[in-house]
């Protein structure tokens, strides 16, 4: 192990002691898995400290091969734009709707092994402290109200409602483990949870919301430090934008080029109702069925193409129950092996699934999406430092992830009705979301030279984003809270369709080994990609 390597497992490991919660989300496998994360301003001081402590090392350390100085460039990249982030207090005034410490907390004790009384202890542990870690985190809010850091109105609202669905979420958990001697600390620690969802919901709405901002854009810098941490790069925001909405139009080019293949003479609008009258299941196991089966049948069809590791192999498919985010999301392997990489699907208040429109996100969220690219990392140790196999880059793994989607159809998966539609219709949303995501928080112009607000961004994802409706104001919510993470979809497509063209413009160029080579490479910044891939 380089030195380079060796302090990349160093901060991995330190950083985990000191946000346990993180380390569960990530895989990471702790001496102490019962140990809480600190919410409150010290706990967020203190893990910046980790990271300038590393970066002062770092900088003492020469790269020795082309996968330390990947692993240095990267690592240094990514403790540079967290710090950037600290440094703006924002960690004071982030309140992220649907996908922010709330999520976590959730997220992770269900992400937490259940095979015996001890792992159920660590769950016990765990879930009691929610209420715990929920109180410190509202100690940086309060600090960050008395700084002038606050947050938008409209995320508090969202997040104390999101609360309050959180309030008795746990319930089947505790159910499962049956009546066995942990069952009274179980249910005590499952009270303790519900009540500090129930708290912070109370807290949310009647102290911090009525001082919060009812501005929702954040502004140029705050910005810039959020596109950063999504994108590993700092990019033109001006072209981003007008770049988005052309490719917005493009898109709606193939769109109604497609509509007719449905049904000739349909407008896109015409054939997508079509499609959702016919194409559809019914009830939420009748959807896990399906979602399951499209799994399977990615996993085979992609192995022809791809070199699948023995250990990814293995996906599961897990509903979100209590999510109201309305989008499909990721969590990888643990480091041991032990957890499976695994995709999480909301229902969305629906009962009635409109299956022809998913099957693209099956693709974008497993394989030979976030499940190939996340997991091989996670198995590359001798080539890819343990930081980057835990810290992917949102624009990196989004893009590749988007990339996977269109790839499907450059291979011929799209054989169902409809289903190529729904892959445009979903690359229309991911366009849309970069003229908004950067519209909004920067105060564009929109094309009529009317501006932004939260209504008309609901009005573009619809109409020109076709975002069905469930998932619109989940959706906008998301965006004004997560300031640019929307934009990495597309611009990180962009950059690895980029670095596709560049390596086939060479006369030895395959497209299963680029593959293969590209996802050995890590997570990269977009700034680093075509140079990492070169």
């Known amino acids: 192990m380089t030195p ?255 509509a007719v293949q449905v049904r000739p003479g349909a407008s896109v609008a015409e054939a997508m109702a079509l499609l959702d009258d016919q194409y559809f299941v019914d009830g939420e196991p009748a959807y896990v069925d399906w979602l399951r089966a499209a799994h399977d049948r990615a996993m085979a069809d992609a192995a022809a193409h791809f070199d699948i590791p023995e250990p990814l192999r293995a996906i599961d498919v897990t509903i979100a129950h209590g999510s109201a985010s309305g989008a499909p999301y990721y969590t990888g392997p643990s480091e041991d092996g032990v957890r499976p990489g695994r995709t999480w699907w909301p229902l969305g208040g629906r009962s009635r699934f409109a299956v022809w429109s998913e099957l693209t996100t099956v693709f974008h969220e497993g394989v030979p999406g976030h499940h190939l690219q996340i997991g091989t990392a996670k198995l590359a140790a001798d080539r890819v430092s343990r930081f980057a196999r835990v810290h992917s880059v949102s624009g990196h793994a989004e893009g590749w992830a988007l990339y996977a989607e269109r790839l499907a159809d450059e291979l011929g998966w799209y054989t169902q009705p409809g289903t190529r539609l729904g892959m445009l219709a979903g690359s229309a949303m991911r366009a849309a979301r970069v003229v908004i995501d950067i519209g909004a928080h920067l105060d564009l112009p929109l094309p009529d030279g009317s501006r932004w607000d939260f209504d008309t961004a609901c009005r573009v994802l619809h109409e020109r984003g076709l975002a069905a409706e469930h998932r619109v104001h989940a959706e906008v919510v998301r965006y004004f809270g997560w300031p640019g993470q929307a934009i990495a979809y597309k611009l990180g497509e962009r950059s690895w369709l980029a670095a596709r063209a560049e390596a086939a413009s060479r006369p030895d160029f395959s497209l299963r080994q680029w593959h293969h080579d590209a996802l050995a490479v890590g997570p990269v910044g977009l700034a680093a990609l075509q140079e990492a891939l070169r």
């Open 4 to 258: 380079i390597f060796q302090l990349s497992d160093e901060h991995v490991t330190a950083e985990a002691a000191l946000d346990p919660v993180a380390a569960t989300m990530r895989g990471i496998t702790t001496p102490d898995p019962a140990t809480l994360t600190d919410f409150s301003p010290d706990g967020f001081d203190a893990r910046a400290d980790q990271a300038r402590r590393t970066l002062a090392t770092l900088a003492t350390l020469t790269p020795e091969s082309a996968e330390d100085r990947i692993a240095g460039a990267h690592l240094k990249e990514r403790l540079e734009a967290q710090l950037a982030w600290h440094d703006l207090g924002e960690p004071l005034r982030t309140v992220k709707a649907q996908f922010g410490v709330l999520t976590s907390l959730r997220d992770t004790v269900d992400m937490l092994p259940r095979t015996g009384d001890d792992d159920w202890h660590v769950i016990g542990v765990r879930l009691a402290g929610v209420e715990t870690m929920l109180a410190a985190w509202q100690t940086s809010l309060r600090a960050g109200l008395d700084r002038g850091l606050v947050a938008a109105r409209r995320q508090a609202l969202e997040t104390a409602s999101q609360a309050d669905r959180f309030a008795g979420v746990h319930e089947a958990l505790v159910a499962s483990y049956g009546d066995g001697p942990l069952a009274p600390d179980l249910r005590s620690a499952a009270d303790a949870a519900h009540r500090g969802y129930a708290e912070l919901a109370r807290f949310l709405r009647e102290d911090y919301a009525p001082r919060a901002s009812t501005v929702e854009g954040v502004g140029a810098e705050r910005y810039a430090a959020g596109a950063r941490l999504s994108l590993g790069a700092d990019i033109d925001l001006a072209e981003a934008y007008e770049w988005g909405w052309a490719e917005l139009e493009r898109i709606e080019q193939e769109l109604a080029a497609e």
